[in-house]
């Protein structure tokens, strides 16, 4: 877990009453220049130049999501904004404008070696924030340049340490790990990274060549061994049925009255039906097998030798 951050109002308030007891003295001295130079016209023409030099020199205004902050002689006092503010001109000076929305930042890492010595591009987007613009004016010098290099070092370190198999399974897991070595190299600087979405992962063609041999042969192993399974499991189904076509011969008559009817279907097939002794039935059971048997059982009642396949005599 990551620790929260402190939240933007933690940051130190600027605090305008000094800036504003310097243009009372400002408006004061011009005033009383003017009236010592020039009576009543020049004390009113020096109040009017003293308002418009202190107006223009010290009013700041910022919106609602800037934050700047304020060096009084080199010195921090604190953060201005949103809304108008005034500083003592000469003295206070305001440095960059620290933006406090969520900002989103694409950044890459090409011909990263993962932990499986596999040459990678990867892109990825991190979200981040400034919640603390005191932290980040005080803590780094280019706060956006630096965030965008701590992220790219950052995942050259998470892919150094994960395979090529891990990188393409789980780019959820790459990038929450990526979140959080950012955080934690940031976390000083008063920023939060939000989030770390991997975009693409590119590998290098040689490659995705062999991987997708080794899918395809994957494949067909598997195709292979459903397709043995399911003739073992066809072969279990067909011995079952022969033993009950054993016992039933009229099961076995209605078997081959059904394959003659599936072979009509088409209307394309010639079926021949050649005579022979059924045993009682008016069609072979099936096309003479019992009807042999019959003739084979007669034959070697009647004490002669079956006859048996071979060369026949001319």
């Not at 009383?32 to 308002?51: D, E, M, N, V």
């Not at 598997?222 to 397709?227: E, G, P, S, T, W």
């Amino acid at each position: 877990m990551v620790d929260a951050q402190p939240s933007a109002s933690s940051s130190r308030r600027y605090r305008p009453g000094a800036a504003l007891g310097a243009d009372i003295l400002m408006f004061i001295i011009f005033a009383g220049g003017g009236y010592y130079f020039g009576y009543i016209i020049g004390a009113f023409a020096g109040f009017l130049f003293a308002l418009l030099l202190t107006f223009a020199l010290s009013i700041r205004v910022r919106s609602q999501w800037n934050r700047k902050a304020v060096l009084r002689l080199g010195k921090y006092v604190g953060i201005i904004g949103p809304g108008l503010f005034l500083i003592i001109p000469f003295i206070d000076s305001t440095t960059a404008t620290i933006d406090t929305r969520v900002i989103s930042t694409a950044f890459k890492a090409e011909r990263t070696l993962t932990k499986d010595n596999v040459p990678v591009d990867v892109d990825a987007i991190l979200f981040w924030q400034v919640n603390n613009p005191e932290h980040t004016i005080l803590n780094v010098q280019s706060y956006y340049d630096s965030v965008l290099l701590a992220s790219q070092t950052a995942m050259r370190d998470i892919i150094g340490k994960t395979e090529l198999s891990a990188m393409l399974a789980g780019r959820d897991m790459i990038g929450k790990a990526i979140q959080e070595l950012i955080e934690e190299r940031i976390r000083e600087w008063g920023i939060n990274a939000i989030s770390v979405e991997v975009r693409d992962v590119t590998i290098p063609n040689e490659l995705q060549n062999a991987m997708a041999r080794v899918a395809t042969s994957d494949r067909e192993k598997q195709a292979r061994v459903i397709l043995a399974e399911s003739e073992n499991l066809a072969a279990d189904k067909m011995l079952e049925a022969a033993k009950k076509y054993e016992t039933d011969p009229y099961a076995m008559q209605l078997r081959a009255l059904n394959m003659m009817y599936e072979i009509s279907l088409t209307g394309k097939n010639v079926m021949v039906f050649v005579p022979t002794e059924t045993g009682g039935f008016a069609m072979p059971v099936p096309f003479g097998v019992y009807g042999l048997k019959d003739i084979i059982a007669k034959r070697e009642a009647q004490g002669q030798e079956p006859r048996k396949p071979g060369k026949q005599k001319k």
